[in-house]
T-cell receptor, first 112, second 114 residues
Framework: SQELEQSPQSLIVQEGKNLTINCTSSKTLYGLYWYKQKYGEGLIFLMMLQKGGEEKSHEKITAKLDEKKQQSSLHITASQPSHAGIYLCGADRRGGGNKLTFGTGTQLKVEL | EPEVTQTPSHQVTQMGQEVILRCVPISNHLYFYWYRQILGQKVEFLVSFYNNEISEKSEIFDDQFSVERPDGSNFTLKIRSTKLEDSAMYFC????????????FGPGTRLLVL
């Protein structure tokens, strides 16, 4: 089965600092999704990457997918308390909107 | 902005009882999914549903589980005889079309089996 590893498992940063979360797949992906989850709540869609080398940004969050389509990073610039939560990467292995396989998640806390 | 809704938000049930979890996908979406997340574990795929039939199901989705789209708006997950290990957060997701592949998730139903 598709394995996704996320690192770090948890992260505490001071408000205003930059941070990066990584997601690594053991196999080439069709698509890579980033979601944010607040504890005990649903998954909020952030970004989807499909092309090798692709980079997308939304507000202060930038996601990149490497050329081999096996590794993605999520970078947050000038973190704010509103960025706190659990970040999940999800892999689409076959395309066509099939099932997503999720990583273990990275818990982010932003301290004032 | 359209969103996926789920009811109830929390459900407590006795082992062996049947539960039905309900979802209202985003209007005009055609593909529907159920995932679950046991506390402290990964979000796991259960089943996908398109054109009134199951497209794919995981090993978790055994004979105790069933899905249905009883009308044009609801999508349900039924667990016939709940077990302690069915305790989890259950998420419904929906997707627009073959080309628009992003799955949008609901807020989840927290199921506790006693």
């Amino acid at each position: 089965s598709q394995e996704l590893e996320q690192s770090p498992q948890s992260l505490i940063v001071q408000e205003g600092k930059n941070l990066t979360i990584n997601c690594t797949s053991s196999k080439t992906l069709y698509g890579l999704y980033w979601y944010k989850q607040k504890y005990g709540e649903g998954l909020i869609f952030l970004m989807m990457l499909q092309k090798g080398g692709e980079e997308k940004s939304h507000e202060k969050i930038t996601a990149k997918l490497d050329e081999k389509k096996q590794q993605s990073s999520l970078h947050i610039t000038a973190s704010q308390p509103s960025h706190a939560g659990i970040y999940l990467c999800g892999a689409d292995r076959r395309g066509g909107g099939n099932k997503l396989t999720f990583g273990t998640g990275t818990q982010l806390k932003v301290e004032l | 902005e359209p969103e996926v809704t789920q009811t109830p938000s929390h459900q407590v049930t006795q082992m062996g009882q049947e539960v039905i979890l309900r979802c209202v996908p985003i209007s005009n979406h055609l593909y529907f999914y159920w995932y679950r997340q046991i506390l402290g574990q990964k979000v796991e795929f259960l089943v996908s549903f398109y054109n009134n039939e199951i497209s794919e199901k995981s090993e978790i989705f055994d004979d105790q589980f069933s899905v249905e789209r009883p009308d044009g708006s609801n999508f349900t997950l039924k667990i016939r005889s709940t077990k302690l290990e069915d305790s989890a957060m259950y998420f419904c997701a929906s997707r627009d079309s073959y080309r628009q592949e992003t799955q949008y998730f609901g807020p989840g139903t927290r199921l506790l089996v006693l």
